[in-house]
């Protein structure tokens, strides 16, 4: 399997997980000049951008932490982008999820950083 094959299988893992924690998915793999989000979802009255991260072990770190500073505000300007292009208001209550799988280990981290 090459790395793109491997991200989404493990993008569909996460999408089940966050069907059974709540989570309505609006969208999969969304992607603009901006940059690109795994997941959109509905949750708790919140429009979600989600980061799926996976890591086969422990031995490359954390997959939470890959989501640096720097991916964290590509994902910003991405999801600015889609809340334009369908319609949604400025008031639209929003959070940023990040869900790191290492192994068959699954972690779930809400709002992980800030608008």
């Not at 949750?43 to 989501?67: I, Q």
């Amino acid at each position: 399997m090459n790395k793109r094959q491997t991200g989404s299988a493990y993008e569909q893992t996460a999408a089940a997980f966050l069907t059974g924690e709540g989570y309505r998915i609006l969208e999969k793999n969304y992607r603009c000049r901006a940059g690109e989000i795994d997941l959109i979802a509905k949750n708790d009255g919140y429009l979600v951008f989600v980061e799926v991260k996976y890591r086969r072990d422990a031995s490359m770190g954390d997959a939470l932490a890959a989501v640096t500073p720097q991916k964290q505000e590509r994902i910003r300007k991405t999801a600015a982008w889609y809340l334009i292009r369908n319609g949604y208001s400025e008031e639209t209550p929003c959070r940023f999820d990040v869900v790191g799988i290492t192994g068959t280990e699954i972690t779930l981290v809400k709002d992980a950083f800030g608008i």
